[in-house]
């Protein structure tokens, strides 16, 4: 405690004291700050370290309950003990005291001479992020795969000719280069798809195949042909 009450007595005779003042009144800047910015999600305090006994000086989005004037927390006494204690702290977990989990973030604050002075913390309360989190994985889980293949894009022009090249491409080959008995087998799978009932379809199938419309009539089975 020997740091403590060397500050304190620099506080009340020289520039030392000033420098921590100064430093104090420009935390509460960002405590103002932050607090706008980050509302309702995340506390923010800053503690004046040379007062562990009543070190909360500001506070926004008061998640916690604390008051100003309340004690150093666990992380702000180990920074007055310990000069050496790490300056950031980031994204640990902790505990809001109504159980309530956080995130928190822990800046200590030190003065020209190297010693701290103050401390700012964020504290975010992570529990509706979770809940949220969980709501929206359940509503983009889907169920079991449908009956058959669906997109939702429109149906219209280029749709046949898409799907024949797929269909020759999956066979290492182009709509031209198909075999009688695959250009069979594709046409039947345009059918069944539903996309010989686009308008121009039998069309577009002639053109992707370079053969006649009547050629295409043939691909088909005889109970299926218009």
Known sequence: MSNIMKLSRETCSGQPGDENALLLREGRKIVEALGQTLAPLVEV??????????SVVAIANNLSGRQVGDAATEMGVARITDPGFPEVVPNYPNRFPDGRPAKSTSIGLK???GEYVAALCLNMDVSLLGAVTAGLGQLIQTGTAAPVTET????GAGCVREALERFAAARNTTPIGMTLAQRREAVRELASGGLLNLRHALADVAATLGVARSTVYTYL??????
């Open 45 to 54: 305090v800053l503690h004046d370290l040379t007062r562990p006994e009543h």
């Open 111 to 113: 003065n020209s001479a």
């Open 152 to 155: 939702l894009a429109p149906r």
């Open 221 to 226: 089975p005889a109970e299926e042909r218009p």
